[in-house]
């Protein structure tokens, strides 16, 4: 009986689906036969959301999935309600890019890239849900969730319109709903409210307050509320006509067709994470993350103690506020640089500086933020012509603008203190002596030893009477105290974690639930719910600069029959009503983590027409026991989603603060590309070996025509681009051979491997065992498809322990003591690897006990059945066969995982080495309860002895019980 992988893999993928074999319950279902039945416990498995791109999988994308798999699988064994989901991030840039240079529609291109379909040259495409089914995934497909569908984005809305109706109350530390704001405002005024806002809200008494209008009164609200409109600095496309992240932007061009990105400022939604700035950080502390993702989220949030500082500038009402970790350095200040986009740029700026400084401004917009941050070498600016003016000395201070510093971090200003600060000494450094400049007082031109003291706790710069002789601590808080006696400062915390900005000029993205009422923004009611995607000819922004949805004619909101109407109806009056009632909808989409910021909490309970989930599949699944993905995410993702959380949980609706107890980051399967090498200036190749004969260039090809001994079929290259159907190819030893080099596995560098290929030449068991045997989970490691075909014969060896070619071979043997050992050996290590996600070291595992019992031709039933549920979690579709052949009924999937009994790894014999004057000659089985003499006795007898010795007596002999045995003399 010969082990067929496709047709058990078929039949299995089919039973699980038609079964429902994984679907989860949301409650405690009970198990065992008797009256004292046990409640399963729950654990929830999470794998981060997949973009569905058109591309398709390949191997390297399964890797998390394959571990979280065999995790999820492993706890079904052991008796948990085991909730393993999947599902679809499917807005975003890549879809929408498509659609406008193929010209068809986002939402027909991804649903073909999710469930296969034929492309627009007519070829069929797999897609991803079948991709993930070849490959025996136990996830529950009754809870997949798409956030391009409606009846998913309307509990994304639904969240948008809560974050909108709430403040941030200090006093509590949570979110509160915005009505116990205004009664607030309506009894006290602003003056005692101690809330996240935007900076410099005048205040205002309770009369002042109620005297306001509506219009007045929400636009101070928008200066509260967790979401808002706020004029922003951003990284603006406008190849792409869109706001781009700072993780879409790479080299100051878009990662996606590399357009260059400028700073510019739009009125965009924000959304106000800042206010939880602090309970990210803590939260930190109460979760299983690697030190190193926690680190990245701590850098990020940026916690910094320190001081406000007023700098008033002469001959102005205005001054420049900065915020200093170091206010005891406050004499060494030389100059001041502000943004480039500082707000106070243009009001300060002297006419005789302003050509140079907007020239400046212009050339700093073509910089991202990364790039300004990362560049300490090139530094640049401008002199504003403008002076401060120093809160104690009253000594003047140049004013100017460089772009090392960013309008959004801190105040976007900072005091220079160029012999404590790199980027300042490289500033100053870079002006010094330059014509027709301010002289910079170089403080950096002095030893450091003789400008500072203190170097243990930091520098403590001279020429400041008040501070001389104090430490670090001491001096910080007297400068501190002096600066809010003058009224120029005061101490604050200060993060570096910003507003996240929440629109983008898309079409293919959530719509906000949003028109506007006298350009003011108002929210739909929850209960019409969900404003959908209106139909666009073009998916470009209007030749008038608006974004894609100005495209729509009909996109306006009727307030009064609650829908979507025609464009064409808004008017100052609407017809017989003497008041507007039909308004301009929010033309801008939310971004792609939008969707992805609460997509496990839809998990829970995804049939749910009503709301995101109720309160009872919440309260039992609580959060995510194991979330497993990438560690490019390590920021972005994981610090909206941890927002959301707790924002939801401030507001009742999360049951956790934190979403993801346990995070295991996977590393990357690398590709092993294949290249041919031209000869310089011609359209010659030649073999690998011969290339050190020419001067020569390396072109990548594709992989998949490349054999295991690296060697190309010349003919099948020649055909392959018409580049090489002229060429002249030159041979070593009748072979043409290629070069490797490991490298990212892209379909740019032809080295992708089709998952779906693996399966149907080796079976998809034999995938999974090969991933997992590669290397450690957290590690890179290259692909090698040649490597596979070692795994394939591993599981036919399996298979040959329970069958030969007429049929099943499994007996009712007693079982050794030797494969009683093999078999508890591997369940110990096996449960143990899966518990510490060390699943490559299983893999060896099971080749090594498969080795051993094949080598005593073990049949054994009691050996074999338990042996099939051990391998289940890893090669799940192979053990179900060999289960059910075993006269099985139903799945293994659920069978109680195999207990592991030490007595059978108790040693009762200890083969001994046996030696003659410290040379082993022969080796010899004895039980380990003997005592010395009884060891001397039996070996003394032994023939091999008596022909070692040939008649001589030793003068000693040395026996170490369960180790050596040696005779001397």
Known sequence: MKYNPNEIEAKWQKYWADNKTFAAQNNSETRGNTEQSVAKPKYYVLDMFPYPSGAGLHVGHPLGYIASDVYSRFKRHQGFNVLHPMGYDSFGLPAEQYAIQTGQRPEDTTRVNIDGGLDKEGNAIAGYRKQLDKIGFSFDWDREVRTSNPDYYKHTQWIFIQLFNSWYNKDTDKAEDIS?????FEKEGNATVNAVCDDNIALFSANEWNAFSSDAQQKILLQYRLTYLAETEVNWCPGLGTVLANDEIVNGVSERGGYPVIRKKMTQWSMRISAYAERLLQGLNDIDWSESIKESQRNWIGKSVGAMVDFRIQNSESSISVFTTRPDTIFGVTFMTLAPEHELVAQITTPEQKEAVDAYIEKTAKRSERERMADVKTISGVFTGAYAEHPFTKEPIPVWIGDYVLAGYGTGAVMAVPCGDERDYAFANFFKGQKGMPTIKNIFDQDISEAAYGAKEGFQLIDSDFLNGLGYKEATQKVIAELEAIG??????????????FSRQ???????????VNGLPQMIDAKHLPIVLPEVEKYLPTEDGLPPLGNATTWAWDSVNHKVVANELISPLSEGSGEATIFPLELNTMPGWAGSSWYWMRYMDAQNETEFASAEALKYWESVDLYIGGSEHATGHLLYSRFWNKFLKDKGFAPTEEPFKKLINQGMILGTSALVYRVSGTNKYVSKN???DYETEALHIDVNMVNAADEIDVERLKSWQPQFSNAEFVHENGKFIVGREVEKMSKRWYNVVNPDDICNEYGADTLRLYEMFLG????????????????????KKLWRLYFDENGLIVNNDEPTKDNLKSLHKTIKKVAEDIEGFSFNTSVSQFMICVNELSS???????I??????????????????????????????????????PQHLVESEKEYPVSFNGKMRFTIKLPLDLTKEQIEEIVMQDERTQKQLDGRTPNKVIIVPGKIINLVG
């Open 180 to 184: 116990t704001l205004t009664a607030i």
């Open 488 to 501: 120029q400062g005061k101490g604050k915390i200060n993060y570096r974690l910003r507003d996240a900005v």
């Open 506 to 516: 898309r079409y293919w993205g959530e719509p906000f639930p949003v028109y506007y």
């Open 690 to 692: 011969l290339k050190n």
């Open 776 to 795: 450690p989970l957290e590690q890179a490691k290259p692909w090698n498809t040649a490597g596979i075909s070692g795994v394939f014969g591993f599981l």
């Open 856 to 862: 005593r031709n073990c049949h054994s039933r009691a």
């Open 864 to 901: 074999l059945e338990p042996l099939a549920v051990v391998i289940s979690p890893y090669a799940p579709h192979i053990a179900e066969e060999l289960w059910s052949l075993l006269g099985h009924e139903g799945s293994i999937a659920t069978v109680p995982f195999p207990v592991f009994d």
